[in-house]
């Protein structure tokens, strides 16, 4: 029993110690072994390996990836015309050569990150220091970023290189400090209700040029309506009174009758008029007084 069990004991330290001896590394990964703190061997093809076991050898990983940094400081910056600006930005970076970074850098990617935050924070302070705020946010955008990228190699491939390569450097966003934009913002929006003020005053004299030209227009309308209507008008009297000179040519004495009782029947047309008259000296009477009333109303 006793044989058995020292039997099974050994095989499990056995399989143990081949545990501790055996590692694996990734497509995504470089495979770091070391030897009592010193770097031993860098493994840079994925697949099955071995090792001394721990504490003679030990094995880190770092990620041979593309990485991405993004800015995480919010300080403004000045430009070449003192203006205060806050820029966000991104970093696309690798790791090459994991030897120079883990003597240069650290032992994973955050100390690189950190580093690297530093060097482009400082590299888009020096240029943009150079340029103004149009050039910021116009086609030499491009030129700036590249001046960065340029500026960042040259200081993590100097005198001690880091072991890294940075891919692209872009900016994402280009702002006028807080302290400043709402006065920017407030300047935009009086020049906006000067425009507006503006275009609704236009309207206006427009709408009254409107409104004066279909007014004379209505005016000349209707005086050329009421000018042919007081020719339509006029001939018509004209024809009337013809044909009532012709009519009443043929007995004047009964023309003269017929005038009167229209006289009199304007004058005592309704209920409540009164006339206050001398039938024998006004003439107002003088058709029912005279003889030819009689004959004229016997015919």
């Known amino acids: 029993m006793n044989k058995l069990g020292f039997f099974a004991t050994s095989i499990l330290v056995l399989l143990a110690l081949l ?14 072994v070391y030897a009592l703190g010193q770097i031993k061997e860098v493994i840079t ?3 099955l390996n071995f090792k001394l076991p721990p504490p003679f050898q030990n094995v880190s990983y770092i990620d041979k990836r593309l990485l991405t940094l993004d800015s995480s400081d919010t300080e403004p910056v000045l430009t070449a015309e003192k203006q205060r600006v806050v820029i966000d930005w991104y970093v696309r970076w690798r790791i090459t050569d994991p030897s120079d970074y883990i003597r240069n850098v650290g032992l994973d990617e955050s100390a690189g990150a950190m580093q690297l935050n530093r060097v482009v924070r400082n590299a888009f302070q020096e240029e943009i220091n150079k340029r103004t705020v149009k050039e910021l946010i116009s086609l030499k955008r491009e030129a700036l970023m590249a001046d960065v990228k340029r500026e960042v190699l040259e200081a993590v491939k ?6 890294v390569d940075v891919v692209d450097v872009r900016i994402t966003r280009v702002d006028y400090a807080e302290t400043i934009t709402e006065s920017v913002y407030r300047r935009m929006e009086a020049e ?3 425009v507006a003020n503006e275009l609704r005053s236009t309207g206006a004299a427009e709408g009254e040029k409107i409104r004066a ?3 004379r227009q209505r005016e000349i309308t209707i005086a050329n309506a009421y000018r042919d209507a007081q020719k339509v008008k006029g001939e018509g009297d004209a024809e009337a009174a013809k044909i009532y000179a012709e009519a009443f040519g043929k007995d004047p004495q009964f023309a003269q009758f017929w005038r009167s009782l229209d006289a009199y029947k304007a004058s005592l047309g309704k209920k409540n ?3 206050v008259l001398d039938p024998a000296a006004s003439d107002f009477f003088k058709a029912l007084r005279g003889a030819g009333a009689t004959g004229a109303a016997a015919r």
């Open 213 to 215: 030209d279909a007014d």
């Open 19 to 32: 545990s501790s001896m055996v590692f694996v590394v990734d497509q995504r990964q470089f495979g770091v």
């Open 158 to 163: 100097g005198a001690k290189p880091w072991g």
């Open 273 to 275: 008029d009164i006339l």
């Open 192 to 194: 906006r209700k000067r």
């Open 45 to 47: 093809e994925p697949g």
